[in-house]
């Protein structure tokens, strides 16, 4: 009995420890923030480095500045492209204004190096529907004291900031409050005239394309944001020569315009990351993906990190299961704390696993994996202690011993309420791994994010499609193992018993 | 400790507490082998607690019981109940098995070679009356009747020397019963084997049991051959019995 569950939890672990091996190779990892511009940056350093001949890994998409610089920090990535501004208030946390030779003396203390500015410089901005700026004459940041009716809406990462919204409300005395939204979803928001005044930046594609005006920052506020690449500092210096490639060669209107490549003309960023290569003379190998084979490549990994995930949450929560459900004093707290992690939000989760697991598949799996338990744990508790008492005795006064009669009798009966839960766990599993993309975990939601990002509505909806494709024939298969294993008196007898579970 | 050929059951002084009270004390008695006998009393006077005590689902709280000779191990006592056949009210057959997987489940795991499983297998059915087509089907596909003759089955598989009963027939229609009580007793009969009864039936009782063990609040009232004792009924309730019967 005892050495069961312990074969199970080693073979857990045991997946846990091969998965967590995988994260470490020989390849160059890239990163990017969650937005095209920094995409496309990290395309550039990315087709760089495989056009002389290394193998990249691609971490793109991954959430807001903390997420990526901690990943730099801990040796998930390898490089990615930072702002000045950034790294002075959010990673620094300065207030006054730094060289950039100050900044790059700072970083150098935590074991990463700055490489030449790329010659851009990103500022924030505020931005308002040229329709509105036309009715109210508005031209200037502090003219906006004088509409405290209008509706701010600013980015997450813009709203909590050190030099974000709540400096620059005090900086101009602005009577306006904000909330938060998603850039991309703002910028239509701003078309649709549902919201007044969001947060832009100055090479940004849409200025135009949306018909924006951008508000004089008449005050000052906003500091320099250039653009340049971070490394880590024990890359070899071969490496770090290829990726200051394109060093002061990227002008605001430059970038603006391979912005507006991406994200209106819908241009693949590998794509509009070549043709820029080649006009400095780098001709880039890469093949841009078609949507065929990326929705491929997505959906095994999405498989794979909910496949891993339920496996090894299948084999703990039935060990534990197993081990507790005869003693209530111990299975009702197990259930309780399986219970409250499955009431942290998934993307709080996903976020709450990069301190401990860094980014990428493993902390993805994990996530996952807590998340699965519950759903297994308490059908498993359940189904084990309300087998009929009476047959029970009879096993018992047979002659059973107490693990035949879990293997024999309590099992089988429990397999419909079992399977039941995995089930359960499996859907939730598929759902919830579409946010895996957010910490460089891959998987379908890659296609969502990036859609989200490129406004592209026909990706994001590819991408969630085939989650729920996935997830119906999972329940599909589930249900013919179910039917193969489990003899259909058994099944209906509990299916009685279970259908609130499942609804 | 020596063998006692002549009782399958030996009671001193026994006593079970259960809850907060006993529910008998100084229970002494033998139980005589190759015989059925029947335990009767009020209800709550203990006799599936005292069936209990025989197969070592209970223990007794002070004095001793043995069984077959010899005292219920502590270690490994279901081997000691692999000798002790076993069967409770409405069947108790496991729905997930098959008919043949629930009589022979427990020889197989015991190691019976398999030709000795199928010879058994077919002897007890054909005792029990059960058509060999029924090994394949599942307990839902049988009537009540057929199902009570599996639990049967499956309690004498591996060839007991003892079988407890607890009120077995007591949840089927009165023809039925009928049969199986008929068909029991042919078995018991043919095979030789102690058997122990709990019932609240009186007439089952005296039918099915060659030796009579009347439950009281306390212990035992009245305990002897069927006959002895329902000729002299000393114990109150065993009268009232007696004489409802009579009157019927």
């Known amino acids: 009995m005892k050495s069961l569950v312990l074969f199970l939890l080693a073979i857990a672990l045991a ?64 490089a990615y492209a930072e702002y000045s501004g950034t ?62 009716d209008l509706r701010f809406y600013f980015s997450h990462e813009f709203l909590e900031r050190e030099d974000g919204y709540p400096s620059m409300k005090a900086h101009y005395g602005l009577p306006q409050s904000a909330d938060g939204i998603e850039h991309a979803l703002a910028l239509r928001a701003i078309v649709a005239r549902e919201i007044d005044v969001t947060d832009l930046y100055t090479t940004d594609a849409e200025i135009d394309h949306f018909s924006l005006v951008v508000l004089d920052d008449d005050l000052e506020f906003f500091p320099k944001y250039l653009a340049l690449p971070i490394v880590r500092g024990d890359l070899p210096e071969e490496v ?29 960023v590998g794509d509009v990351a070549k043709e820029f290569l080649a006009t400095l003379n780098v001709q880039s190998t890469h093949m841009t993906e078609t949507l065929f084979d990326k929705l491929i490549e997505r959906t095994v990994e999405h498989l794979y990190l909910a496949g891993i995930a339920l496996l090894a949450a299948t084999l703990v929560a039935l060990s534990i299961s197993i081990a507790v459900y005869s003693i209530s004093w111990l299975s009702k707290p197990i259930a309780y704390i399986a219970g409250l992690l499955q009431t942290i939000p998934s993307l709080a989760l996903l976020a709450l696993m990069v301190p401990l697991f860094g980014i990428g598949t493993l902390p993805a799996i994990v996530a996952l994996f807590l998340y699965s338990l519950l759903p297994i744990i308490r059908t498993t508790v359940t189904a084990l202690s309300t087998v009929d008492p009476v047959l029970l005795q009879v096993a018992e006064g047979l002659g059973y011993t107490r693990t035949q009669s879990l293997v024999h009798v309590k099992l089988p009966l429990s397999m419909p309420a079992i399977f039941a839960g995995i089930r359960i766990s499996a859907i ?76 | 400790m020596a063998s006692d050929p002549i009782h399958c059951v030996e009671f001193e002084n026994a006593g079970k507490y259960l809850g907060e009270a006993w529910v008998f004390r100084g229970v002494d008695v033998n139980i005589p082998a190759a015989q059925v006998t029947a335990i009767i009393g009020a209800s709550g006077s203990g006799k599936t ?73 077919d002897d007890l059915l054909d005792l029990t009356g059960l058509d060999a087509d029924m090994k394949g089907r599942y307990p839902h596909e049988l009537s009540g009747g057929q199902q009570h003759r599996v639990s049967l089955c499956r309690a004498l598989m591996l060839e007991p020397k003892l079988l407890l009963l607890d009120e077995p027939f007591s949840a089927i229609d009165a023809i039925t019963r009928n049969e199986i009580q008929d068909a029991f ?39 002897g051959a069927l006959h002895d004792v329902i000729e002299r009924p000393t114990s109150l309730f065993l009268r009232e019995l007696v004489e409802t019967e009579a009157v019927a």
């Open chain 1, 15 to 78: 997946t846990i420890t091969v998965i967590a091996g995988c994260g470490k190779n020989e390849t160059y990892v890239i990163g990017s923030k969650q937005h095209t511009e920094s995409h496309i940056l990290g395309e550039l350093l990315a087709q760089t480095l495989e056009t002389a001949g290394y193998s990249v890994d691609r971490k793109f998409n991954l959430g807001g500045t903390k997420i990526v610089f901690n990943a730099l920090e801990q040796g998930d990535i390898h």
């Open chain 1, 87 to 148: 790294i002075q208030e959010v990673i620094l946390k300065e207030t006054r204004t730094l060289t950039l030779e100050e900044i790059s003396n700072a970083l150098a203390k935590l074991g990463i190096q700055t490489l030449e500015p790329l010659g851009f410089n990103n500022s924030y901005a505020m931005g308002v529907h040229e329709d509105l700026a036309a009715e109210t004459g508005l031209s200037k940041v502090s003219e906006l004291r004088d509409y405290p």
């Open chain 1, 240 to 268: 770090k020569q290829l990726l200051n490639v394109a060093a002061h060669t990227l002008s605001d209107k430059t970038m603006a315009g391979l912005n507006y490549k991406v994200h209106i003309d819908e241009q693949p």
């Open chain 1, 428 to 503: 939730i599993c598929i759902g919830t791994a579409t946010l895996a993309a957010f910490i460089g975990g891959g998987g379908l939601g890659d296609l969502i994010f990036q859609g989200l990002q490129l406004d592209d509505t026909r990706l994001i909806l590819i991408g969630a499609a085939s989650a729920a494709l996935m997830a119906i024939i999972v329940e599909l298969i589930f249900e013919g193992v179910e039917k193969l294993i489990i003899p259909g008196h058994i099944a209906a007898a509990n299916r009685i018993s279970n259908e609130p579970v499942v609804a």
């Open chain 2, 49 to 121: 607690t005292l069936l209990r005590l025989i197969n070592g689902l209970y223990r007794p709280d002070e004095g001793d019981v043995r069984v077959l000779g010899e005292n219920i191990p502590n270690k490994s006592p279901h081997l000691f109940r692999r000798k002790i056949g076993y069967a409770v009210q409405g069947a108790g057959l496991f729905p997930h098995m098959t008919i043949e997987s629930n009589i022979t489940k427990l020889a197989k795991l015991g190691d019976w070679s398999s030709d000795r499983i199928r010879a058994r297998l």
């Open chain 2, 185 to 223: 007793i042919e078995l018991q009969r043919k095979l030789a084997f102690s058997a122990v009864l709990v019932t609240h039936d009186y007439r089952e009782a005296t039918k099915l049991a060659h030796y009579l063990l009347v439950l009281g609040d306390h212990g035992i009232e009245q305990h």
